[in-house]
């Protein structure tokens, strides 16, 4: 069992940034990517980044190219998602996720290849 809390979130500016925070304990050697997804409102929920437990290798969003960064510590075990240049439009709800299969781009954009899930974390953005 891996348990995911996903910290962070709040109010910010338009323009402004915020770092979320996934802390992953338990069962983490099973762990072979983690994942941040959001779910705006009245949207689906869908992948924003992903890195490999091994921090070698990180999937973006076109969208979050260039705005976004994902990071994780590997001495405590937290994956960071660093948003920059936010807009009204990243205004969603944010789940980190840890999946166990093999990490591939096309894996890492799927829900479905994911176990664990947070409960996720709320990001308002305010024009």
Request: a neutral charge; one cysteine or more; proline letters at 2%.
């Amino acid at each position: 069992q891996v348990q995911l809390v996903e910290s962070g979130g709040g109010l910010v500016q338009t323009g402004g940034s915020r770092r979320l925070s996934c802390a992953a304990s338990g069962r983490t050697f099973v762990i072979n990517f983690v994942g941040w997804f959001r779910r705006a409102p009245g949207k689906d929920r869908e992948c924003v980044a992903a890195v490999s437990w091994s921090n070698r290798d990180k999937y973006y969003a076109d969208f979050a190219k260039g705005r976004f960064t994902i990071s994780k510590n590997d001495a405590e075990n937290t994956v960071y998602l660093l948003m920059d240049s936010l807009n009204a439009e990243d205004t969603a709800d944010y789940y980190c996720a840890a999946g166990t299969p093999v990490y591939t781009a096309y894996n890492v954009r799927l829900e479905t290849s994911y176990d664990s899930w947070g409960q996720g974390t709320q990001v308002a953005v305010s024009s």
